[in-house]
């Protein structure tokens, strides 16, 4: 046996030292690589290798932070785009005790007709009250989520081949129980992901997005995830004017794909003061540096079979700027990773929520992130608590502190018991005296 196994190294080494300059030189990338990719970038150091030990220096490292995430894995956001806003409904709703509001969120610099539609829900007899709000990224259609046929329809808007056929009105209200979250005292601000870009690689003329090249190299303009999340910090423009909401307490959540965005944008704009991503996978709070047992940077950006099975009629590179293909490529040379994203949230409130039999969105990995990003939040002096984790119970102002993860024994779901956890933990923060504010005392919109 001894001798078998020597000669198969004999073997080896004789291979390795026949092989041609360039294949010596592939096998050591390839070496390299997978050495890089068992680690991950300090989160308190500078990109010239410098320790972070305050805020003042994180503050200065928020740039950077923001700066690879466009550069490298997103695209970049459009600069200077200005918009306007119209009112064009507003009426009480039959289905559930609500008021709904539309509002037309237009563009005049594209001279086009495409606009974001925003459907708002605020409890019935608001008065002169200011609410809390949960602002999210919806699936199918903001007539999805209730019944009522006054809620407008976007007609003509490409949507998921899969995951929006049949999609009638109401019929994913479970994932947005409206009438849960005015119940809990909270405004819900929703609109059609479609509205900004629709959710397939193959359609290149649809939506806001594909007006706009947003840098010089077209490789570097914006993705799918990159323009939902833009959409989002449009809409954060009108709840900052909008006569009931309290612009301080503006949560924002989205589910799987929709996760990625609500991250990207509160990570973008400080304005957004909690972000709850929920199973968001790579591209939200799962590492992008190594993925098993789960989808990784590499499949998403160039495509894979296993996609097929999961009713995907097309990859998800679409999700990223095609640059990022080329750090799929060398994952392990990425100079961020998901706890710098997380990072970017502190000090407002985060959380994020995973199933336990979600293995593709990574929960565990998911879990690490969101260790090594709490340590941003000690830097700035906020609560952390000492497991950062909380299964299946209820989520208090005593347990949950500035940031944790939650888990629950399920799959890849959204549904009114992750709702509920969503609700408890905004309760913890903004209905309590001492409710935390956004790190900027003049919230600037993202540039």
Known sequence: MRSIVATI??????????????ARRRLERMRENARARSFWPKILENDAGEEIATTAQWEARRNEIKNHLQDKIFGY???????????????????????YRHVEISFPSLN??????????????????????????????????????????NKG????????????????????????????????????????DADNASLLDDGIKSLIQTHSDPNRSWGTIAAWAFGLTKAVDWLHQDSHVDTNKIAVTGHSRRGKAALLA????????????????????ARYRRAYLRESAKMMTHGHFVYQWMNEPHS??????????????????LPIDAHHVIGLIAPRPFMDVQ?????????????????????????????????????DGDITSENSGQIIQFTSRTGHVANRFYW??????????????????????????PQ
């Open 355 to 391: 199933g336990t039999h979600d293995f593709w969105a990574g929960p565990r990995s998911s879990r690490r992130m969101v260790e090594l990003a709490s340590k941003v939040y000690r830097l700035y002096g906020v609560e952390v608590g000492s497991d950062l984790q909380i299964n």
């Open 9 to 22: 190294c004999i073997f080896t080494t004789l291979s390795a030292l026949a092989m041609r300059p360039e």
């Open 112 to 153: 086009t007709d495409r606009k974001i539609h925003l459907g708002l829900f605020y409890p019935k007899n608001i008065g002169d009250r200011k609410l809390p709000v949960f602002l999210s990224v919806n699936k199918c259609g903001n007539h999805t989520i209730v019944k009522d046929e006054i809620i407008p329809q």
């Open 77 to 99: 956001f459009p600069k200077d785009l200005a918009v306007e806003f119209k009112s064009v409904l507003e009426t009480n709703l039959s289905s559930i005790e609500a008021t």
């Open 316 to 333: 998800l590179q679409h999700f990223f700027s095609k640059e990022f293909a080329n750090w799929s490529e060398r994952i392990g040379r």
């Open 157 to 196: 808007l490409p949507h998921h081949a899969v995951y929006c056929e049949g999609k009638t009105r109401g019929s994913l209200q479970d994932s947005y129980p409206v009438d849960q979250i005015l119940e809990a005292g909270y405004i819900f601000a929703t609109f059609d992901k479609s509205d900004m």
């Open 266 to 285: 509160a990570a973008m704009d400080e304005r957004i003061d909690m972000a709850i991503p929920h199973q968001s996978g790579l591209g939200g709070t």
């Open 420 to 445: 509920s956890k969503f609700i408890q933990f905004a309760d913890s923060h903004f209905k309590t005296t001492n409710a935390p504010s956004s790190p900027l005392e003049s919230p600037q919109s």
